[in-house]
């Protein structure tokens, strides 16, 4: 483990920043590989999150790690994180505040890792992070923003109500892995999105 990420990980355990720290069990810090070429971010954690305190670990957890293998990429490799790290009561979204709060604990965790890609997964997170709406439109798509590459793709929680997006998560996470097989060899990949243009 990485010493920072320890640091902001302990910080994340103890964060009394916001009132979900009232009705949270446990805050979920980001895990994983903290040289992954990639950082998933989620919207917040879920139930079974909140119970262990580790991200992506209920059916959400379960089809992404179900996308990852499909791409021959085990969850060891990759840096999974959210944009709030605390449950939301009864799963609601989080609120701007939440996110704003938590905001620097993400923004830390991508300059300690750096990755080539951050994945954006579902609306919160690309509404969060990008300003955008409506992942279903812009999904599969590689954007550019302050020289930070971003992917977007559906939540996987989303595929659980809408069993076709099964085979969209599975696409599009191949093809971020393509992407970054390509960043890694410095080939040129084509930016859909330019922010900073």
Not at 54 to 73: D, H, Q, V, W
């Given at each position: 483990m990485n010493k920072k990420l320890e640091i902001i990980k302990q910080k994340v355990i103890i964060c009394t920043n916001c009132e979900l720290c009232k009705t949270r069990t446990n805050s979920v810090p980001g895990k994983g590989n903290f040289h992954s070429n990639v950082?998933?971010?989620?919207?917040?954690?879920?139930?079974?999150?909140?119970?262990?305190?580790?991200?992506?670990?209920?059916?959400?957890?379960?089809?992404?790690?179900?996308?990852?293998?499909?791409?021959?990429?085990?969850?060891?490799?990759?840096?999974?994180?959210?944009?709030?790290?605390?449950?939301?009561p009864k799963n609601r979204v989080p609120t701007a505040?939440?996110?704003?709060?938590?905001?620097?604990?993400?923004?830390?965790?991508?300059?300690?890792?750096?990755p080539k890609i951050i994945c954006i997964l579902g609306n919160t997170a690309f509404n969060s992070i990008l300003g955008g709406s409506e992942i279903t439109k812009f999904r599969g798509k590689l954007v550019k923003k302050d020289n930070q590459l971003y992917f977007l793709t559906v939540h996987p929680a989303a595929?659980?109500?809408?069993?076709?997006?099964?085979?969209?998560?599975?696409?599009?996470?191949?093809?971020?892995?393509?992407?970054?097989?390509?960043?890694?060899?410095?080939k040129k990949v084509k930016i859909d999105i330019d922010y900073t243009a």
């Open positions: 950082i998933f971010v989620g919207e917040a954690p879920g139930k079974n999150e909140d119970k262990n305190g580790e991200p992506f670990i209920g059916i959400a957890g379960k089809r992404l790690s179900m996308a990852l293998e499909e791409a021959g990429i085990s969850r060891d490799e990759v840096y999974i994180t959210n944009i709030v790290k605390c449950r939301p505040i939440e996110r704003e709060t938590c905001k620097e604990y993400l923004k830390q965790e991508i300059t300690i890792i750096k595929t659980i109500y809408n069993q076709e997006l099964i085979r969209v998560l599975k696409k599009d996470i191949v093809k971020l892995f393509n992407l970054i097989v390509k960043l890694k060899n410095n």
